[in-house]
Nanobody, 124 residues
Framework: QVQLVESGGGLVQAGGSLRLDCAAS????????MGWFRQAPGKEREFVAA????????NYVDSVKGRFTISRDNAKNTVYLQMNSLKVDDTAVYYC?????????????????WGQGTQVTVSS
């Protein structure tokens, strides 16, 4: 059973930066493709970014391309989401997810484990 714990959320002004961390335990981290999703109030959960289990392939939703970067450190069992040039529309609860696939998947149903989420609030 894989456990995921997100950290790094908070309140930031528009144009600012945050880095989210997701620490994994209970499994072999390098076997998992990893993803970040977000859910804003009243909206569906949305794919944000994903990374293959080797780290060689990444995938982003168009709205964050050029602003967000996903990365992983398999030695530390951690995946990161660096968020720059934040916008008010990025406000949401951000969730980390792990998949048994080696690919960088953008579909929530393909993920097997989820963290509890961390709130990101961007003020204008």
């Amino acid at each position: 059973q894989v456990q995921l714990v997100e950290s790094g959320g908070g309140l930031v002004q528009a144009g600012g930066s945050l880095r989210l961390d997701c620490a994994a335990s209970g499994g072999t981290f390098s076997n998992n493709g990893m993803g970040w999703f977000r859910q804003a109030p009243g909206k569906e959960r949305e794919f944000v970014a994903a990374i293959s289990r080797s780290g060689a392939t990444t995938n982003y939703v168009d709205s964050v391309k050029g602003r967000f970067t996903i990365s992983r450190d398999n030695a530390k069992n951690t995946v990161y989401l660096q968020m720059n040039s934040l916008k008010v529309d990025d406000t949401a609860v951000y969730y980390c997810a792990a998949s048994w696939s080696r690919f960088a998947l953008n579909v929530a149903d393909r993920y097997d484990y989820w963290g509890q989420g961390t709130q990101v609030t961007v003020s204008s």
